[in-house]
């Protein structure tokens, strides 16, 4: 099974799973895939790491380096990313590192995924009304 799984089937709102550990080429591929479904405009985000481990610290820094990159892509088309994850530890340790390092579009961290929709389609309301 891969470490990510992306549905995009309800564009513009996007669900990624992560399952498990990815290897180096796997992160990148995704970093690939999620800079071509953020390229293809305005989408919201939900990020299912209920299932997933911590990401080693060279794949963190890979991703920061590639939201540097892509950083005007996202601040042009990111209308919301929202993380789903199962502990209150490992949401408020997020919140704080998203409070010091802000990403583009507005973010929420929360622990359902049926919050995570309704969140994702909130602004996805917000998006089509004006």
Do not use: C, H
């Not at 088309?77 to 409070?99: E, K, Q, Y």
């Amino acid at each position: 099974m891969p470490a990510f799984t992306i549905d995009d089937s309800q564009w513009p709102r996007v669900e990624i799973r992560y399952e498990g550990l990815a290897t180096p080429e796997e992160f990148d591929a995704y970093l690939e895939d999620v800079r071509r479904i953020r390229g293809r405009g305005p989408n919201v985000l939900i990020l299912d790491g209920r299932k997933s481990g911590m990401l080693p610290a060279r794949l963190r820094r890979r991703q920061a380096e590639w939201l540097d990159e892509n950083r005007a892509m996202l601040e042009r088309n990111s209308r919301g990313t929202v993380f789903v994850l199962d502990s209150s530890v490992l949401r408020g340790a997020l919140t704080a590192i998203l409070w010091l390092a802000p990403i583009p579009g507005e973010w929420a961290v929360l622990g359902s995924l049926e919050e995570a929709r309704r969140w994702a389609d909130e602004r996805l309301a917000e998006l089509r009304s004006g």
